[in-house]
T-cell receptor, first 113, second 113 residues
Framework: AQSVTQLGSHVSVSEGALVLLRCNYS??????LFWYVQYPNQGLQLLLK??????LVKGINGFEAEFKKSETSFHLTKPSAHMSDAAEYFC???????????FGKGTLLTVNP | NAGVTQTPKFQVLKTGQSMTLQCAQD?????MYWYRQDPGMGLRLIYY???????DKGEVPNGYNVSRLNKREFSLRLESAAPSQTSVYFC????????????FGPGTRLTVL
């Protein structure tokens, strides 16, 4: 079985500040990890993913995440927040057959001017 | 190339009514999925189809049925809608492999009165 925990259902930052969204996972097999973003009234869009190889993964819009096996974490960061980053962010893990994704409950990011 | 499309975008039902949510993808993907999204719950898998001709239950299948009509289309049916099925429903597809990206449709917002 696999699970995802996102710490903090709501994170608020100032424009230009560091963005840090936390994700911890549980998996009995080597996981594949994903971050998706959802803008209001839209579907989900892939930000980045970790499969194998380099543990620091770069994605779209300046986001990156680091896979830390020892900490079972895959935290999402961005050095400088922009107003357009305001959205809900979901961490997900795929670790079984049939490529099913298990999602965390989401973190709503608010960016203040 | 439209990606994943869903119809309708919005629907209001009365308790006990039935309806079918339609999903189609034009990416020649093998696997398709239905999720529901509820506030504070993230996305939960209802049913999936690993390949044409197969369907399997996900985490929350009760009250739903699915049909993989062909490789492109995967429909979700509510036989007797209940207020607990008020949600936003997302369809997704994937080419194959845990490392692949799931592509999501824009969602159907369903309200059951």
């Amino acid at each position: 079985a696999q699970s995802v925990t996102q710490l903090g259902s709501h994170v608020s930052v100032s424009e230009g500040a560091l963005v840090l969204l936390r994700c911890n996972y549980s998996s009995s097999v080597p996981p594949y990890l994903f971050w998706y973003v959802q803008y209001p009234n839209q579907g989900l869009q892939l930000l980045l993913k970790y499969t194998t190889g380099a543990t620091l993964v770069k994605g779209i819009n300046g986001f990156e995440a680091e896979f830390k096996k020892s900490e079972t974490s895959f935290h999402l960061t961005k050095p400088s927040a922009h107003m357009s980053d305001a959205a809900e962010y979901f961490c997900a893990v795929s670790a079984g057959s049939n490529y099913k994704l298990t999602f965390g409950k989401g973190t709503l990011l608010t960016v203040n001017p | 190339n439209a990606g994943v499309t869903q119809t309708p975008k919005f629907q209001v039902l009365k308790t006990g009514q039935s309806m079918t949510l339609q999903c189609a993808q034009d990416m020649n993907h093998n696997s398709m999925y239905w999720y529901r999204q509820d506030p504070g719950m993230g996305l939960r898998l209802i049913y999936y189809s690993a390949s044409e001709g197969t369907t399997d239950k996900g985490e929350v299948p009760n009250g739903y049925n699915v049909s993989r009509l062909n490789k492109r289309e995967f429909s979700l049916r509510l036989e007797s809608a209940a207020p607990s099925q008020t949600s936003v429903y997302f369809c997704a597809s994937i080419s194959g492999g845990n490392t692949d990206t799931q592509y999501f449709g824009p969602g159907t917002r369903l309200t059951v009165l």
